[in-house]
């Protein structure tokens, strides 16, 4: 091992307490929704907002006009980030158009929904009194967040339009993505009630109120928190994932989900919630504890597994620079994590609008060289990003290196130009306890 190795590898364990960024201590509580009519308010708020911006972003990316539409049941991406609260799809066909710079006292923003060639004749009308000479339409073949339109509804709107203005169609890549991408100053409140509303569940869910060691399975608390988000009124957009981690189970679904949790285990979530068009991801782990032990008998190894994990969301948070492509990111990240002294893996995600969301990506857990495309694509700041990644730490007492996966939401801050937890991050680990008089046979490895 290089002596900058060693150096960093010393410094791990105190980087976490030497962070300048506020980690979250107090007990995450469930936070309540409000009731639905106030919820549609607030969307219909951030969405005005939002829309807002267009007309500077057209500005940005030297684009005249930009054109959407749809039909019922056959979206574009983009339409989910901009209707009303009360609409839960397309009707008939639903046709928007921006304006970056109107003439005349003509308005920035046109929608039609309309089933007749009557919209064709309006746009065209608008066409020839603004003579845009740029109209962009969300074509990319490989993004999402700029492919949405259909190539039926392609054809039918040059078609429909003519030749004169089909001339004029462009794609511009990064207008649809930003716009998806930005999150409004009026998000964060909720956003971080969120996120702390999916804390509480998973410190409920790894606690002894829900595991009865040797008798739950994963499976089981996977179900009990899918049913406690129900309950809450929020909802999810993926299945919560459980495992018991052992140095084979990663990714999580290739554990076994039924076979139950037992004293020394160390289980592993990954868990986010849904509500007031936002989500949430996040990964923390908990240990099972052998009755009458306390947090004082959690296996040091343990601990220094965690620690290294949060040495490496440090890492990434501070590569993270606006402007900087994906690509560049995790290039700086991953050689910055290997001159510590840390073997691990990084894949971050834009999240909040869509859990997986608009924007560069830093990483997939197969390409740690590069991601093609969305790792191309430069930073935005105003976004939400999930800080996903593992770092690997060899457990003696298991005689095996263990991947210790953590997962949390960072929102970019205009006033510190840095990245921050929206809520926290795990730096200890969820204890299951058992009182020392409730024993249960098991056969845990710690």
Known sequence: MRASQLVGLATVLAATCCSATTV????????????????????????????????????????????MSQREYAEDTVFWALKDAVQFSARRRTTHLFLASPKNGAKSA??????????????????????????????????????????????????????????????????????????????????????????????????????????????????????????????????PGVNIMTEDTFPAEDSDGNRPIKYGDLI????????????????????????????????????????????????????????????????????QMHDEGLEGKIYCHPTGEWGHSAGTVIGMTNLQDGVPVLGDLPLLKDTYYSIELFAEHFVPERNRTLKFAQEEDVYWDAETESWEWVYGRQEEYLLVRTPAEAILESSGEL
Not at 45 to 66: H, N, Q
Not at 151 to 162: F, H, K, M, R
């Open 24 to 67: 979250s201590r107090k007990a995450p509580q469930l936070q309540t929704l409000p009731p639905l009519r106030e919820q549609a308010d607030i969307v219909d708020s951030w969405t005005e907002d939002r829309k807002a911006l267009i007309p500077g972003l057209l500005r940005k990316y030297g684009v005249d006009a930009w054109l």
């Open 110 to 239: 046109y929608s039609w929904i309309d089933n007749t060639p009557a919209v064709w004749a309006e746009l065209r009308k608008i066409f020839e009194e603004q003579q845009p000479r740029s109209i962009a339409l969300n074509t990319h073949p490989e993004i999402a967040f700029a492919s949405g339109l259909h190539a039926g509804e392609l054809e039918t709107i040059a078609t429909s339009l003519g030749e004169e203005w089909a001339d004029r169609f462009v794609l511009e890549t990064m207008l649809p993505v930003e716009v998806v991408a930005t999150m409004v100053p009026g998000r964060l409140p909720w956003y971080r009630r969120m996120q702390e509303t999916a804390w509480a569940i998973i410190e409920e869910a790894f606690s002894e109120k829900v595991i009865v060691p040797g008798k739950s399975t994963p499976q089981d608390i996977e179900w009990w928190m899918r049913e406690k988000i129900q309950s809450l009124n929020y909802t999810t957009w993926f299945q």
């Open 268 to 335: 592993h979530t990954d868990f986010g919630v849904t509500a007031l068009g936002l989500n949430t991801d996040t990964q923390h782990i908990g240990y099972v504890l052998y009755p009458g032990e306390t947090e004082a008998n959690v296996p040091k190894s343990l601990i220094e597994g965690l620690k290294k994990v949060n040495r490496l969301q440090d890492i990434v948070r501070e590569n993270m620079k606006i402007g900087m492509t994906g690509n560049e990111i995790l290039k700086a990240s991953v050689k």
